[in-house]
């Protein structure tokens, strides 16, 4: 079988992440795809049609991030009119921030925001046109413990009392097929830790505990019946204790253990805490922003759903108190905070950014890897792991051909 006549990119004088190590080797991608040169250079005897220079650089698979509110003055929440332009001008910022692919995160709200926000919000290739690709939404609440509400509006909250029904009642069923990728949920809340299973049957969803004060007990019987990650670790959830460690009791698990969210802005984890769980469960870690649109603009008040909020000098609080509502961080920054906090090494670091996520959604063949076959979705880096270019798609995105708009 003849192979593409498209052509072929190879990059060179650079480092590949792959196999959990960094590599001294060239990268091919033809038609947006990472390729086996071997074909190339054995079966149809050709030569790159276009080099790139790397200059010593590191390249990685693309940043993934699993749980951001919105970023650029756009909130996926609360811009429930504009939901499409909060999308659009929100995957070209993310893109050129070296996060290729995200799952845009909704607060606790109410069934007719769900119902007018999923449609939008469901998977979408990424390209330079288009920005980083949409890998379904993550969706936070509104079936989380009244005791760890964090910056989610009580109102909204519901148990499910009465299972798979109450869950259709609020998001619809068919939204959580087509548009969604995770939901957050509290296990002790009524009705929650039996539907699990019958949820993730039903839709083909992931399922993360979060928001929770559950005890030990709950959260590891969450896990057994198939929530396979622990939303933002350390933050709204049962506290650690000796006898009852709750949430994080099941980094110490002896078998399996879930991946876990873990935001490295400096803010809403100490960096010892990092540590912890970075010794704990070092193959678990997610590095997530958990974001608001605040993110790459200036100090001043800003709306998280139906929520104000106060952001100064990086910190984000519902407005009047002291409780966090998000961050302003981007990936790029958390990767480089995980080995300020940690001494993890580079591979580690990158990994928490790209194939671990990729592994708890499932998508590790195509995304957050360097392996053959895999989408073009690649970061040049340098030593210091500042992003110095940006491709999708194996095209390259920079600021004269992705253009977006910041709501000030």
């Given at each position: 079988?003849?192979?593409?006549?498209?052509?072929?990119t190879?990059?060179?004088n650079?480092?590949?992440?792959?196999?959990?190590?960094?590599?001294?080797?060239?990268?091919?991608?033809?038609?947006?795809k990472?390729?086996?040169?071997?074909?190339?250079?054995?079966?149809?005897?050709?030569?790159?049609?276009?080099?790139?220079?790397?200059?010593?650089?590191?390249?990685?698979?693309?940043?993934?991030?699993?749980?951001?509110?919105?970023?650029?003055?756009?909130?996926?929440?609360?811009?429930?009119?504009?939901?499409?332009?909060a999308?659009d001008?929100?995957?070209?910022?993310?893109?050129?921030?070296?996060?290729t692919?995200y799952?845009?995160?909704?607060?606790s709200?109410?069934?007719?925001?769900?119902?007018?926000?999923?449609?939008?919000?469901?998977?979408?290739?990424?390209?330079?046109?288009?920005?980083?690709?949409v890998?379904?939404?993550?969706?936070e609440?509104?079936?989380?413990s009244?005791?760890?509400?964090?910056?989610?509006?009580?109102?909204?909250?519901?148990?499910?009392?009465?299972?798979?029904?109450?869950?259709d009642?609020?998001?619809?069923?068919?939204?959580?097929?087509?548009?969604?990728?995770?939901?957050?949920?509290?296990?002790?809340?009524?009705?929650?830790?039996?539907?699990?299973?019958?949820?993730?049957k039903?839709?083909?969803?992931?399922v993360?505990?979060?928001?929770?004060?559950?005890?030990?007990?709950?959260?590891?019987?969450?896990?057994h019946?198939?929530?396979?990650?622990?939303?933002?670790?350390?933050?709204?959830?049962?506290?650690?204790?000796?006898?009852?460690p709750g949430?994080?009791?099941?980094?110490?698990?002896?078998?399996?253990?879930?991946?876990?969210g873990?935001?490295?802005?400096?803010?809403?984890?100490h960096p010892?805490?990092?540590?912890?769980?970075?010794?704990?469960?070092?193959?678990?870690?997610?590095?997530?922003?958990?974001?608001?649109?605040?993110?790459?603009?200036?100090?001043g008040?800003?709306?998280?759903?139906?929520?104000?909020?106060?952001?100064?000098?990086?910190?984000?609080?519902i407005?009047?108190?002291?409780t966090?509502?998000?961050?302003?961080?981007?990936?790029?920054?958390?990767?480089?905070?995980?080995?300020?906090?940690?001494?993890?090494?580079?591979?580690?670091?990158?990994?928490?950014?790209?194939?671990?996520?990729?592994?708890?959604?499932?998508?590790?063949?195509q995304?957050?890897?360097?392996?053959?076959?895999?989408?073009?979705?690649?970061?040049i880096?340098?030593?210091d792991?500042?992003?110095?270019?940006?491709?999708?798609?194996?095209?390259?995105a920079?600021?004269?051909?992705?253009?977006?708009?910041?709501?000030?």
């Amino acid at each position: 079988m003849p192979g593409s006549a498209s052509p072929i990119t190879q990059f060179y004088n650079c480092r590949l992440l792959r196999d959990h190590q960094l590599v001294a080797d060239s990268l091919y991608i033809q038609d947006g795809k990472i390729i086996d040169p071997a074909r190339m250079f054995w079966d149809e005897r050709r030569t790159p049609d276009v080099r790139v220079d790397c200059k010593g650089g590191i390249i990685s698979p693309g940043y993934i991030d699993l749980q951001i509110n919105g970023a650029y003055g756009y909130d996926f929440s609360n811009n429930t009119d504009a939901i499409e332009e909060a999308v659009d001008n929100i995957s070209k910022g993310l893109l050129l921030q070296g996060c290729t692919a995200y799952c845009p995160t909704t607060v606790s709200s109410r069934p007719e925001v769900y119902r007018k926000v999923l449609p939008h919000l469901g998977p979408r290739p990424g390209s330079v046109e288009a920005g980083a690709a949409v890998l379904g939404a993550h969706i936070e609440g509104p079936f989380i413990s009244p005791q760890k509400k964090g910056a989610h509006e009580l109102a909204t909250f519901r148990t499910a009392k009465n299972g798979l029904a109450d869950i259709d009642e609020c998001y619809g069923l068919d939204n959580l097929r087509k548009y969604v990728a995770y939901v957050t949920m509290a296990p002790e809340v009524e009705g929650i830790l039996d539907t699990i299973p019958e949820l993730i049957k039903a839709t083909g969803i992931h399922v993360s505990s979060g928001h929770s004060n559950a005890t030990t007990a709950a959260a590891n019987q969450a896990y057994h019946n198939g929530a396979n990650m622990i939303t933002h670790l350390f933050n709204a959830m049962h506290a650690f204790h000796q006898r009852d460690p709750g949430l994080i009791g099941l980094l110490g698990a002896r078998k399996s253990r879930p991946f876990y969210g873990i935001i490295c802005d400096g803010i809403h984890v100490h960096p010892h805490s990092v540590m912890i769980a970075y010794y704990a469960h070092p193959n678990g870690a997610c590095l997530v922003t958990d974001a608001m649109s605040a993110q790459c603009l200036p100090d001043g008040f800003y709306k998280l759903g139906e929520m104000d909020v106060d952001v100064h000098g990086g910190h984000v609080y519902i407005k009047g108190t002291d409780t966090i509502a998000g961050s302003t961080a981007t990936l790029a920054e958390c990767v480089r905070n995980f080995i300020k906090f940690t001494g993890a090494s580079k591979v580690e670091a990158l990994e928490n950014a790209t194939l671990h996520p990729a592994q708890m959604l499932g998508i590790e063949g195509q995304k957050g890897t360097l392996a053959f076959g895999a989408d073009a979705d690649i970061l040049i880096l340098d030593d210091d792991l500042f992003v110095q270019r940006v491709f999708i798609a194996g095209k390259e995105a920079t600021s004269d051909n992705v253009k977006f708009n910041k709501k000030l």
